[in-house]
């Protein structure tokens, strides 16, 4: 069972900016399909049934064996309609009918990742971080570039596929993993400035700390100087065994474990060094139109 405010089960709140009450039917109809091809797996019937039974609880009705699978079609269907005017019933019934199918090792059944695509692609503001239903507004990200413009075309998707894994990562509740790829794409954006001449001076540091070092005596007491103390603090603690423990493992007396909310906190301080570093990198490159 999911876990998410009570008050929900009787009234979900207002839609705004995304869609919170109910589940749109082209929604409906998508997750039906995804019913429907995991039914291919086994007896048709029986696993319509399953998920018709997990239907009818959120809806308060008893589970009532159809009396053939054409029958058991329709009946899912209809349960499926009435739970769907309730977007977080509805997202319960099918999130624990499937991970109950999950324990079968002879049966696959969609993921929290594949309902929470259907949502995103349907604009639901709900996303499933197991055990949690959070709100979508909750788990905004701060925007970054998407195509920067001084990087190399190959850096660039690198650069994106990166950026995309870690919201994916982040959006299933696998905080620590999507701190380690946006920490990893910090390390690797500040590499970008390796070789760049800044006045009569070029940046000859080959790692992290020492391209950092170099920019920060390049720049003395100015926004970028500071911004570097705080991302270089932020990067000593994300790498500590007794800190955030993402990138050289961690302490396992000593170290706490990351929860998904201070995940999510630290990648969006990340994405906003990412635009950030990637500005001063388009003006140090000729791209953009400021000096350092």
């Known amino acids: 069972m999911l876990k998410f405010p009570g008050a929900w089960r009787f009234k979900p709140p207002a839609d705004n900016d995304w869609i ?6 082209d929604a409906v109809r998508e997750f039906r399909a995804m019913i429907d091809k995991t039914a291919t797996q086994g007896s048709r019937q029986s696993i319509l049934e399953h998920f018709k039974g ?12 159809s009396s053939s699978e054409s029958w058991a079609d329709t ?7 009435v739970a769907a005017k309730n ?15 999950r324990k079968h090792d002879d049966l696959y059944a969609p993921d929290a990742g594949m309902i929470n695509e259907i949502c995103d692609q349907n604009s639901i503001g709900y996303i499933i971080q197991p055990p949690k239903l959070v709100p979508r507004s909750s788990a905004t990200l701060v925007e970054v570039p998407k195509e920067p413009p001084s990087l190399e075309e190959s850096a660039v998707e690198i650069y994106q596929q990166s950026l995309k894994r870690s919201e994916e990562l982040l959006r299933d509740g696998h905080g620590r993993e999507a701190v380690q790829e946006m920490l990893w794409l910090l390390e690797s ?10 006045g009569k001076d070029t940046i000859q540091g080959k790692y992290f700390n020492q391209i950092v070092k170099d920019l920060r005596r390049l720049s003395p007491g ?12 932020l990067h000593g603690y994300l790498s500590s065994p007794t800190g ?13 474990a990351l929860d998904v909310e201070e995940a999510r906190l ?7 060094y990412l635009g950030f570093l990637l500005a001063k990198h388009a003006h140090l490159t000729g791209v953009g139109d400021r000096p350092i």
């Open 20 to 25: 919170n009450q109910s589940i749109p039917e």
């Open 54 to 65: 997990y239907f009818c609880a959120v809806v308060g009705e008893p589970h009532v064996w």
């Open 75 to 81: 009946d899912l269907s209809t349960y499926m309609s």
């Open 87 to 101: 977007a977080p019933l509805f997202l319960e019934a099918f999130h624990d009918a499937c991970e109950s199918l």
């Open 189 to 198: 954006v500040v590499n970008g400035f390796k070789g760049i001449e800044a």
């Open 222 to 233: 100015t926004g970028l100087d500071r911004v570097l103390d705080w991302i270089t603090a």
């Open 244 to 256: 955030g423990g993402v990138r050289h493992g961690i302490d396992l007396k000593a170290g706490i």
């Open 266 to 272: 630290f990648c969006n301080l990340i994405r906003s």
